[in-house]
Nanobody, 125 residues
Framework: VQLQASGGGLVQAGGSLRLSCAAS????????MGWFRQPPGREREFVAA????????YYADSVKGRFTISRDNAKNTLYLQMNSLKPEDTAVYYC???????????????????WGQGTLVTVSS
């Protein structure tokens, strides 16, 4: 599956952004989907994941209550709604996919097989 992330940009603290990830190739519903981010000078970290049918979600503690992951299997698209953004949310955000036989709650990057190119989110204070 090929993944294309979009929607990043510059936003003030307290603002909102919605990221999208368009998938092509194999049936989108075959995959657990996740969002990761890599802040400047730091390692890639888990943000959120969603099961193949959207029925279950899992979040990093740092974004719980502020970010919402969702998917539209009919449109082959993954979303990340980000509200109440903070400067520490500044990062390159990546979408990723793994076969739906793997657990959506296993947040390790190594469990994901496919990655998008990343989209930059910058939150100013």
């Amino acid at each position: 599956v090929q993944l294309q992330a979009s929607g990043g940009g510059l936003v003030q603290a307290g603002g909102s952004l919605r990221l999208s990830c368009a998938a092509s190739g194999r049936p989108f519903s075959s995959y657990v989907m996740g969002w990761f981010r890599q802040p400047p000078g730091r390692e890639r970290e888990f943000v959120a994941a969603i099961s193949w049918n959207g029925g279950s979600t899992y979040y990093a503690d740092s974004v719980k209550g502020r970010f919402t992951i969702s998917r539209d299997n009919a449109k082959n698209t993954l979303y990340l709604q980000m509200n109440s953004l903070k400067p520490e949310d500044t990062a390159v955000y990546y979408c990723a996919a793994k076969p739906n036989l793997r657990s959506y709650s296993d947040y390790r990057p190594g469990t994901y097989d496919y990655w998008g190119q990343g989209t930059l989110v910058t939150v100013s204070s």
